[in-house]
């Protein structure tokens, strides 16, 4: 019987890392095609805000990127190949020195430290090749170093303990470690969650208080509405690294906080960061930092469920081609595989996230002026070089956010 699941899963695993390669060229293709179909003109609705010539550069970087994106899949492919079928983690594992604990670590940490490595080529070649062609790039090779160097260390700081208590739980507690370790992982990520604002983000980035005289009053007006303070609004200097545009919402508690990237703010008018300003209010009015970290904690319980449940079965083991039963092995099949299975959950995961742009879109046409939030959207639109064109089955799959089209329809029936 054994055997027999053993054949299975090995056959499904190798089948689903061959058809969601596919999905994901096919998926990339479609969305390419679009991109060269609307090329020779600004769709109808943005013709009032997007130049020909600002519309075609999108074009050309949504191509690059796709086209850089599908070399890339195709890398991961023969990785996930090379790791699992033919055995690499399989082979690191034994390679290393057998000392307990220590052991499951260090599998654990050679394994990231290697997928880190063979992922260098593809950041440089991201930042110092492809942004610098469209004029985003603004990072240099001494920044680059020290970023990357700096979450090494973090990585090292935060990662290597929580590994050491996983594998520790696991060799200790018997059959209930799998909870335990929920519980311990689960403490964590709510640590983390409120410590990046205010400790870890700053590592990398400068934040100021938004400012500005005009900004002043209504900044106060709106935060207040929203049941925040205007100590919670920052500018970050986005600029040191890129020239694309963006704001965002994070933290928790007493650490919750609304960030704006310079480069955004200095191509958009007053009304527009209010508009932008209030979309963001509305992600944490809305609460959806809490309702995103309940189904996070829900996941993982689930995850960590099965983990207990498959710990010792020798199937699930040599049906991922690694015949070692042990800790470090299983968290790394938890993380390796399972993006596999799930990758066709992820229309569901998107649509959850486009139906709370809309939400936050809705509250900040509610809060200050629809109009403003289309201009101040479509001049990131612009700013970003990100195409207003999509295909309706590559955004289905992959768009956090609802097409520039859809937006900016529904805002536009919100003005009434
Ligand atoms: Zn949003």
Same mark, same amino acid.
């Given at each position: ?16 890392v ?7 060229i096919?998926?990339?293709?479609r ?22 010539? !600002?519309?075609?550069k ?19 492919a023969?990785?996930?190949f090379?790791?699992?079928? #033919? ?10 020195? *057998? ?12 394994? @990231? ?14 930042? %110092?090749v492809?942004?610098?062609r469209?004029? %985003? ?24 303990p929580?590994?050491?208590g ?19 992982? @689960? ?5 983390? $969650? ?6 870890i ?5 400068k #934040? ?12 106060? *007006? $709106?935060?207040t ?11 970050? !200097? ?23 990237? *310079?480069?955004?703010?200095? +191509? ?48 699930? %083991?040599?049906?991922? %081609? ?6 470090g092995?299983l ?17 569901? #995961? ?10 936050? +879109? ?9 109009? +403003? ?17 999509? +295909? ?6 992959y ?11 529904r805002?536009?029936?919100?003005k009434?």
């Amino acid at each position: 019987m054994t055997n027999l699941y053993t054949y299975y899963l090995q056959v499904t695993f190798i089948s689903l890392v061959v058809i969601n390669h596919l999905a994901e060229i096919y998926l990339a293709r479609r969305q390419v095609n679009t991109f060269q179909k609307n090329k020779s003109e600004v769709p109808f609705e943005f013709r009032h805000f997007l130049s020909l010539a !600002d519309h075609q550069k999108a074009i050309s970087y949504g191509t690059a990127r796709l086209n850089l994106s599908q070399a890339r899949l195709a890398w991961d492919a023969v990785l996930l190949f090379y790791w699992f079928p #033919f055995r690499g983690a399989e082979k690191l594992y034994l390679a290393l020195p *057998d000392w307990g604990i220590h052991h499951e670590v260090l599998f654990l940490v050679a394994f @990231t430290a290697i997928s880190m490595l063979l992922n260098l080529p593809w950041s440089v070649y991201t930042t %110092f090749v492809l942004e610098e062609r469209f004029g %985003f790039n603004r990072s240099t090779p001494r920044l680059f170093v020290l970023d990357r160097l700096k979450g090494l260390v973090l990585a090292g700081l935060l990662g290597v303990p929580l590994l050491y208590g996983i594998v520790f739980l696991f060799q200790s507690f018997g059959s209930l470690w799998w909870l335990w370790s929920f519980l311990v992982l @689960t403490a964590f990520q709510f640590g983390l $969650l409120w410590l990046y604002p205010a400790v870890i983000a700053p590592l990398f980035n400068k #934040f100021k208080p938004l400012e500005g005289a005009e900004l002043k009053s209504g900044i106060e *007006d $709106l935060v207040t509405r929203a049941g925040f303070n205007a100590r919670e609004v920052f500018v970050m !200097d986005a600029s040191k690294r890129s020239s694309h545009g963006n704001a965002y919402f994070t933290g928790l508690g007493k650490n919750k906080r609304v960030v704006f990237f *310079d480069t955004l703010l200095k +191509d958009l008018g007053t009304a527009e960061v209010l508009a932008i300003l209030a979309h963001e209010l509305g992600h944490m009015k809305l609460r959806h930092i809490p309702k995103s970290l309940v189904a996070s904690v829900v996941f993982s319980f689930i995850g960590f469920w099965i983990m207990g449940a498959l710990a010792d079965e020798n199937w699930f %083991f040599n049906g991922h %081609f690694v015949r070692v039963i042990s800790p470090g092995v299983l968290l790394l099949l938890f993380t390796q595989a399972i993006p596999l299975y799930t990758f066709w959950a992820s229309p569901v #995961f998107s649509w959850v996230s486009r139906k709370r742009e809309f939400e936050a +879109d809705a509250y900040a046409a509610r809060e200050t002026k629809a109009e +403003d939030l289309v201009s101040g959207l479509l001049k990131l639109y612009q700013q970003n070089a990100s195409p207003v064109v999509t +295909d309706g089955l590559y955004s289905t799959f992959y768009h956090s956010h609802p097409p520039a089209y859809e937006r900016v329809r529904r805002l536009e029936s919100l003005k009434a």
